[in-house]
Nanobody, 126 residues
Framework: QVHLVESGGGSVQVGGSLTLSCAAS????????MGWFRQAPGKEREAVAD???????RYADSVKGRFTISRDNAKNTLYLQMNSLKPEDTAMYYC?????????????WGYGMQYWGKGTLVTISS
C-alpha cells in the first residue's frame, strides 16, 4: 500500500526558507516520478515541481529559481527546498507519486500522478 507523508510545513516570514519532506513507502520509490503540488485557499491545486527517476526536474514558472526539488532514493524521501518565500506561496503542499512508465513523469505538466499525501501547511506572513 502506497503511503506518502509530508512534513516540514510551518509559518515563516516573507523572504524566509523552509524545507518540506515527503516520506514514501509501499512501492519501489527509486522507479517513480515524484512531485509537489499546492493548493491555496479558494484556488485550484497547481503543480509546483516534479522529478523523475533519473533526476530530471521541472518547475512551475512561479517558483523557478526559488524552489529546489530533490530526492534521496536511499531514504525513500522527497524534498522541496523553498527560499525567498512570498505571501503567494501560502498553501497546503502535497506530495504525489506516479508509478507507471518506469519512473518517467507524465509529459503534460501537472498531470499523471496516482497517489497523494495528506499535505503540510505553509504560511508566509509579511
Amino acid at each position: 500500500q502506497v503511503h506518502l507523508v509530508e512534513s516540514g510545513g510551518g509559518s515563516v516570514q516573507v523572504g524566509g526558507s523552509l524545507t518540506l519532506s515527503c516520506a514514501a513507502s509501499g512501492y519501489t520509490y527509486s522507479s517513480s516520478c515524484m512531485g509537489w503540488f499546492r493548493q491555496a485557499p479558494g484556488k485550484e491545486r497547481e503543480a509546483v515541481a516534479d522529478i523523475d527517476s533519473t533526476g530530471n526536474t521541472r518547475y512551475a514558472d512561479s517558483v523557478k529559481g526559488r524552489f529546489t526539488i530533490s530526492r534521496d532514493n536511499a531514504k525513500n524521501t522527497l524534498y522541496l527546498q523553498m527560499n525567498s518565500l512570498k505571501p503567494e506561496d501560502t498553501a497546503m503542499y502535497y506530495c504525489a507519486a506516479r508509478l507507471r512508465a518506469g519512473g518517467d513523469c507524465f509529459p503534460i505538466w501537472g498531470y499523471g500522478m496516482q497517489y497523494w499525501g495528506k499535505g503540510t501547511l505553509v504560511t508566509i506572513s509579511s
